[in-house]
């Protein structure tokens, strides 16, 4: 570096913030044009939620009345008990088997690459193809189910896409094809961060390996654990596309989701003061998983930091 | 556990993960193969299947043929679309999002913190709290159903990923460098130049990788602000699949799928070190 830049005789020296405009300009620009959209469209939208708007937003104050139409529609109650289900029958599931395998990767195996790629590579892929292909291979005339039935045993039944009780598990079972690779790469950098003296001393001590898993590797890839629940969760809450490809939220009503009542509200019945209602529910749930975690993770820093 | 012997308990630990990579394999296998099946074929038959012959003119039919409402242009159209979309957004979001990383980790300025902590918000805020708003603000700035307006989205909102990503790996360069620069009286764009746009090499992959596989796969912003021959591929595919469910074709249906996915799958395969790197740097946030 020279000195050349601020040392140029003869010239009239500029203020110093006009000198410096170009990168206030560079710095500035982007990032209060993305904090103040993430903002002001929060509020706005909370805002059209207490409005009586329709097909154009309006002024006015229906109070909670969007609210309480939402919450007493079947759509938005459906929606809501499958988030429960899905929820949780597809985060308990695709961590159970994120940590399975990468328990089983863990085990210095040939070609482990291979395999990480193989489990990973649904993550690269849209929701769109994804669920689309899920949902010729779930189709009883078209997928497994036929396939079966063309290999002779004809009394095989696998229909749960047009079983309204059942359907709502394809979604389940596509969600966790497609991320449980991220479950499995969080959980095996945990595994791979375990103190190896730790697990020599216990075998030292005659731990078998099944009672080093247990004892020492497993619990202390508890922290990672809530980590991998959170992302789920938050996945799960705002899952449209998977489904929107897979079942349209179908048969019937019987996959519906919250993203999906929300965009019906919004672009499909054109009731947009529900439709922003129905979004910021959305958001309530939201932060009642994300608020108790950004706690623990607040407690936990403290605790490090005076550790 | 460290143990390479061939014991029988090894031997299951490579049954168990090699049916369940064929599992995860399957979903891929079954596509390709059928994407090389005669719709007629695929009819007979079920969706899982051989195929008899090598039926090439599917992806043919797929990039160029088929018809979704009344234009029959295949599938090229969309794809364009989404890479008119997605480099440019890719390119901006992350060149910025760098700028902006730079600034807040290293350069320090007031009310760094409070607009740091807003933007990376953005992680979390549910798309479906902005749809009505940009809906709004798209109309009245006149780039609702365009390619523009979508590049505008995608980096708005991408910027609180890549400011993340950048800012997070620029706080570990010592501060050092930059005041021993700053005494040499380089300003703020040369030391970005000279010293910290040298050292982006692995993070400016993983932000890139990131930010095209997100916005080449997004949706919703997709169909919901665009129609017809300005959708990109992903609300095409969609919308082939309506178009089609009366006389499905599904060869010619696999095909799409397979073109569709292509770009994201080759940059993985490609890059798929920083690409999970990206999703754990996502995690850690």
Sequence with gaps: ???????????????????????????????LLSAAHLVSFSLWTIWISFTPSTLVPVAGWVGLRNYSAVAASRNWQIAFDNLLLFGSAFVLLSAATGLI????????????NVLRSIFLYPLAVSFVVTGTVWSWLLNPGLGIQKLIHDLGWTSFKFDWLIDRDMAIWTIVIAAIWQSSGFAMALFLAGLRSVDSDIIKAAQIDGAGPVRTYRRIILPSLWPI???????????AISTFDLVRALTNGGPGIATQLPALVVYDLMFQRSLLGRGAAAAVLMLLILLAVLLPYAAWRYVQRRRAAHA | MPDRSFAPSRILIYLAVALIAAAWLAPLVVVVLNSLRTNEEIAQGSMIGWPQHLAWSNYAAAWSGFCV???????RPYMLNSALVTIPATIISTLLGAIAGYAVSLWRFRGDNWIYG????????????????????????GLINTLTGLVLIHTIQGLSFTTLFCRNYYVAIPHELIRAARIDGAGFFRI?????????????????????THIWNEFLYGVTFTTGQQQPVTAALIALSAAVADIPQHGVQSAAVIIAAL????????????????????AVK
């Design chain 1, 225 to 235: 654990t809530v980590t991998v629940v959170v992302i789920q969760l938050q996945f």
């Design chain 2, 263 to 282: 770009p994201t799958l080759l940059i993985y395969l490609l890059g798929g070190k920083y690409f999970v790197r990206g999703l754990t740097a996502g």
């Design chain 2, 118 to 141: 807003i933007v990376t918000l953005g992680l979390f805020l549910p798309q479906q709290m902005r749809l009505l708003p940009w809906t709004i603000v798209l109309r009245d700035i």
């Design chain 1, 1 to 31: 570096m020279s000195n050349a830049a601020t040392m140029r005789p003869g010239r009239p020296a500029l203020p110093e913030w006009v000198r410096r405009l170009p990168e206030y300009l560079m710095i500035w620009v982007p990032l």
């Design chain 1, 101 to 112: 395998l990468a328990i089983l990767l863990d085990q210095r195996i040939r070609g482990e």
């Design chain 2, 69 to 75: 409402a009344e234009t029959c242009a295949g599938i």
């Design chain 2, 192 to 212: 970005f130049w000279r010293i910290i746009l040298p050292l982006s090499g692995p993070i400016l992959i993983v932000t890139v990788i990131w930010q095209f």
